[in-house]
């Protein structure tokens, strides 16, 4: 009885990975890892996902993520912290019930910044995994879909869209 009454999670909000380091050269790759994590995840047709305007108003705010949660109307919410060492990035990363205050899933990467599209990839696919959605083959190929080999190519796509996302003079001619 208690099986049946249990709600599936149906939206997810993914908030701002936090630089934590504090290092202005790695901001982009904070926002760049966020933005490709909420893209993948709005590909699933059974899931709702906030959008990057909604999930970017907490960006360095210091909201509490169950709160923000509440906020945004969602029953999971995706938190994540990225600091770089040299040439390896470590990204924390954890999925929340908003509803059961609870965390539903936690894990810990630590690869060169070579590896960050691989990354994105195993982070997308392990919060659907957790999740427990049912994805088409279709889906499946979308969440994992691999749009570039080139990383420099990628991480000059991703520090693109932040100036741009910044919407001033400066950012958008950088």
Same mark, same amino acid.
């Given at each position: 009885?208690?099986?049946?009454?249990?709600?599936?999670?149906?939206?997810?909000?993914?908030?701002?990975?936090?630089?934590?380091?504090?290092?202005?050269?790695?901001? !982009?790759?904070?926002?760049?890892?966020?933005?490709?994590?909420?893209?993948?995840?709005? #590909?699933?047709?059974?899931?709702?996902?906030?959008?990057?305007?909604?999930?970017?108003?907490? #960006?360095? @705010?210091?909201?509490?993520?169950?709160?923000?949660?509440?906020?945004?109307?969602?029953?999971?919410v995706l938190t994540g912290r990225l600091?770089?060492?040299?040439?390896?990035?470590?990204?924390?990363?954890?999925?929340?019930?908003?509803?059961?205050?609870?965390?539903?899933?936690?894990?810990?990467?630590?690869?060169?910044?070579?590896?960050?599209?691989?990354?994105?990839?195993?982070?997308?696919?392990?919060?659907?995994?957790?999740?427990?959605? #049912?994805?088409?083959?279709?889906?499946? @190929?979308?969440?994992? @879909?691999? !749009?570039?080999?080139?990383?420099?190519?990628?991480?000059?796509?991703? #520090?693109?869209?932040? !100036?741009?996302? @910044?919407r001033t003079a400066d950012g958008l001619?950088?």
């Open positions: 009885r208690r099986q049946a009454s249990v709600t599936s999670i149906d939206s997810i909000a993914v908030l701002p990975f936090v630089n934590q380091n504090n290092d202005a050269n790695v901001e !982009y790759l904070c926002d760049g890892l966020t933005e490709s994590i909420i893209n993948s995840l709005a #590909k699933l047709s059974h899931l709702r996902v906030v959008a990057r305007s909604s999930a970017f108003r907490f #960006k360095d @705010k210091g909201t509490d993520p169950l709160s923000a949660g509440k906020e945004l109307g969602v029953r999971a600091s770089q060492r040299g040439d390896d990035l470590l990204v924390s990363v954890e999925l929340l019930d908003v509803r059961e205050n609870k965390q539903l899933w936690g894990d810990q990467y630590s690869q060169p910044v070579s590896n960050l599209l691989s990354m994105q990839r195993s982070i997308a696919s392990e919060i659907t995994n957790n999740l427990q959605l #049912k994805l088409s083959g279709t889906e499946e @190929k979308n969440v994992n @879909k691999n !749009y570039t080999e080139d990383v420099e190519a990628y991480q000059l796509y991703l #520090k693109g869209r932040y !100036y741009w996302s @910044k001619q950088k």
